[in-house]
């Protein structure tokens, strides 16, 4: 492995399935800033709801070895499939044995393969200076832009609370998801997450299969979805299917594919952003936080 001439290593680490590949639109945008890289792959081609899956495992196979030119990904494949009924203990499961075959030590990041960094440069600059890393165990989240439905030539994102997603760890343990007990920094290094953003048969497809499957009715919410166009947008307010208003609003942004949006239209997604520059940096304080967490306040 090329390892990159740094004392601070940066390693990521990708759950992959049917959906394998938006692999090749998130891995070219982060492979030559970080060290290290594990994509978990269940050995017995299973959901973590128990369904079979089925894909090119040749193309796969190639593509990695095709785009890893610096020999820094390692493929691990394991049974993940733990409990069919409750499929969150699956991914908690792939995401705390992922973290250990990369190792101890330096920053881990995880990611989905529907997940894009839009700078990825300077989340990985703010890594390899802060003195965070030696700090008590904690997360630092990125704002997520969700990408909720693509056209011809828009996309819809969702705007509404800023969602923080714990994304970087010193210390892997996941519990819920890729989340923790931990103090959670906030960076403002946005991630598109494609989610919704796909065609009908891959939705169906991910509805019956996440990790979230037990937390609300995906096939209702998918039927809602598929009528959504240009036309009817404005009229969807509230709609985050267990927090209504979370999701207040769509957006419409110039642009379908991720190449478009990020190279092209960066710029424009400042619209989307709810948390002011003083209101992260207040977040930031552990006992700023903490006084609000007990006493329940939402800010």
């Known amino acids: 492995m090329t390892k990159l001439k740094n004392t601070v290593e940066i390693k990521v680490g990708i759950c992959i399935a049917y959906d394998w590949e938006m692999l090749k639109t998130a891995l070219p945008l982060f492979y030559n800033q970080v060290d290290l890289i594990c994509l978990s792959l ?40 733990v409990d069919k009924q409750n499929p969150m203990k699956g991914e908690v499961f792939q995401r705390n044995q992922m973290a250990k075959k990369l190792g101890k030590g330096g920053w881990h990041i995880q990611i989905d393969v529907d997940e894009y960094f839009v700078d990825i440069e300077s989340l990985v600059l703010f890594l390899r200076k802060t003195n965070l890393l030696n700090k008590k165990d904690l997360n630092i989240c990125l704002p997520f832009y969700i990408m909720f439905k693509h056209f011809e030539t828009t996309s819809l994102f969702i705007k509404g609370r800023m969602e923080w997603v714990p994304v970087v760890t010193n210390n892997p343990n996941y519990e819920y998801g890729r989340r923790n007990g931990y103090f959670n920094y906030k960076f403002n290094s946005p991630i598109i997450h494609q989610s919704w953003a796909r065609t009908d048969k891959e939705i169906q497809q991910k509805v019956n299969n996440w990790g979230h499957k037990t937390d609300f009715d995906g096939v209702a919410f998918y039927e809602k979805w598929a009528k959504l166009d240009l036309n009817n947008y404005k009229k969807w307010i509230n709609f985050h299917p267990i927090d209504g208003k979370v999701w207040h609003e769509l957006v419409a942004i110039e642009g379908h594919s991720i190449d478009e949006l990020v190279v092209k239209n960066k710029s424009k997604f400042k619209i989307l952003r709810s948390d002011s520059p003083l209101k992260i940096w207040l977040k930031n304080f552990r006992l700023i936080s903490r006084i609000f967490q007990i006493f329940q306040i939402k800010w």
Do not use: L
């Not at 973590?48 to 494949?77: A, L």
């Open 42 to 81: 269940d050995i017995n081609r299973e959901t973590w709801s128990g369904n079979k899956f089925i894909f090119n495992e040749i193309d796969f196979f190639s593509y990695v070895k095709m785009i890893d030119t610096q020999n820094k990904i390692i493929i691990y494949q394991d049974d993940f499939c």
